[in-house]
C-alpha cells in the first residue's frame, strides 16, 4: 500500500456516547463546583442582596451615619475573625478569642494607668499576654494532645478569671489613659462615611494574614493541615510547628482586636467583648471557610463579618427585637454550615 493512500491520522478525541453521558453535569452541579472554586463568592452574593433588600426597606440603612456605625461594629468582630480564620482552617476552633482580646486590653490600659507606662510598653505588654494566651491554647492542642474546643473552652474560663483577678472587675475609662490608646476609635471621612482608625488597622491585618496564606510556605503548609493531616506529616510538615505557630498568630492578631476595641469603646472593661467568640465564628463560617479545615478564605470572613453586621443593623432599623437579630443570625450560620456540607460533596 502506498503512503498516500494510508488514512491520515485523526487528532481529535473519540468520545463514546457513555463517556459523553458521565460527563454532563447539571446546572447545580457546575454552581456547586464553581463555589468550592471560589469560597467567597456565595458570601459576596449574600452581602450584595441583603445591602439592597435593607436599603429598599428602610431609607435610613444608606444614610453615612448609619453606614459609618455598621464599619465601625465590624472593626472588633472583623479583627477577631482573622484569628479565628487562621484556626479553623486548621481544622480547629478558638473559643477563647473574646477572652484573650480583653485579657490584652486590661492588660494595656492597667499599664497605663497604674504603672503609668508608655503606650508603647502597654502595646507591647499586650501583645506579650495575647502571644502567652494563645501560646497556651497551642501548647494544649499539640503537646496534651486536647481537641481544640476543649483546650479553648478551658482557656476562656482561664482567662476570664485571670482578667477579673487582674482588673479587679474595673472598667479603665478612655480619659484615664492617654491619647495613644484610644487612637483607634478616632474617625475620618471617607466618602461622606467617617471611618474609624480601627477599620483601617482591620483591613490591614486581613491584607497581612492573606498575603501570609496566599504567598508564602507557611500559609501552604496550614492549608495542609487542615486538609488532612496525616498527609501532611507524611509529605514532611512539622504538624505540631504549624499548629502551635497558628496559635500564636492568632493571639498577636487578638492583641491588636483589643487595641481597637479600646478605641472603639473608649474604655477597657473586663465585661465587654468576651462573647464576641460566637460572632467570631459566625463570620467565618458564613464567609465559607470550612469548619473541616482545608478551605476558605480571609476575605471571604470579612464578608461574613459584614453580612452578620449588615443583618443586625437592618434587623433592628426594621425594629425587629434583639432576640430576633439573633435568631436570624443563628439561621444563617445554620445556612452557612449546610451550604459548606453541600460544595465539600462537588465531583472531583
Not at 436599603?55 to 440603612?61: E, H, I, M, V
Not at 510547628?241 to 487578638?254: D, E, F
Not at 465564628?281 to 470550612?290: N, Q
Amino acid at each position: 500500500m502506498s503512503a498516500s493512500t494510508i488514512p491520515a491520522a485523526t487528532h481529535e478525541p473519540a468520545h463514546e456516547p457513555a463517556a459523553q453521558f458521565l460527563d454532563r453535569r447539571t446546572p447545580l452541579e457546575r454552581a456547586r463546583g464553581v463555589l468550592h472554586r471560589y469560597p467567597a463568592l456565595s458570601p459576596a452574593i449574600v452581602l450584595v442582596v441583603s445591602v439592597i433588600v435593607f436599603g429598599l426597606l428602610n431609607d435610613r440603612f444608606w444614610a453615612p451615619a448609619n453606614l459609618s456605625l455598621i464599619t465601625q461594629q465590624v472593626a472588633v468582630v472583623g479583627t477577631l475573625a482573622v484569628a479565628q480564620t487562621l484556626v479553623i482552617l486548621t481544622a480547629g476552633i478558638d473559643l477563647s478569642v473574646g477572652a484573650t482580646m480583653v485579657l490584652a486590653s486590661m492588660v494595656m490600659a492597667q499599664i497605663t494607668t497604674s504603672a503609668g507606662a508608655s503606650p508603647v510598653v502597654a502595646l507591647l505588654l499586650g501583645l506579650v499576654a495575647g502571644l502567652a494566651a494563645g501560646g497556651l491554647n497551642g501548647l494544649l492542642v499539640t503537646r496534651f494532645k486536647l481537641p481544640p474546643f476543649i483546650a479553648t473552652l478551658g482557656t476562656l474560663n482561664i482567662y476570664l478569671a485571670v482578667t477579673l483577678l487582674y482588673s479587679h472587675g474595673a472598667t479603665v475609662r478612655g480619659g484615664d489613659m492617654p491619647a495613644a490608646m484610644t487612637w483607634t476609635g478616632t474617625t475620618f471621612p471617607v466618602f461622606g462615611v467617617r471611618v474609624s482608625t480601627g477599620v483601617i488597622l482591620m483591613l490591614a491585618a486581613y491584607l497581612v494574614v492573606a498575603f501570609v496564606l496566599g504567598r508564602t510556605a507557611w500559609g501552604t503548609h496550614v492549608y495542609a493541615v487542615g486538609d488532612d493531616r496525616d498527609a501532611a506529616r507524611l509529605s514532611g510538615i512539622s504538624v505540631h510547628r504549624v499548629l502551635l505557630s497558628v496559635y500564636l498568630a492568632a493571639g498577636a492578631i487578638l492583641a491588636l482586636a483589643a487595641w481597637i476595641q479600646i478605641g472603639r469603646a473608649n474604655a477597657a472593661s473586663p465585661n465587654v467583648g468576651i462573647d464576641m467568640n460566637l460572632d467570631s465564628i459566625t463570620a467565618v463560617v458564613i464567609g465559607g471557610t470550612s469548619l473541616f479545615g482545608g478551605r476558605g478564605t480571609v476575605w471571604g470572613t470579612l464578608l461574613g463579618a459584614l453580612i452578620v453586621g449588615v443583618f443586625r443593623n437592618g434587623l433592628s432599623l426594621a425594629g425587629l427585637d434583639v432576640l430576633y437579630q439573633t435568631l436570624a443570625v443563628g439561621v444563617l450560620v445554620i445556612v452557612a454550615v449546610s451550604l459548606d456540607q453541600w460544595i465539600r460533596k462537588v465531583r472531583k
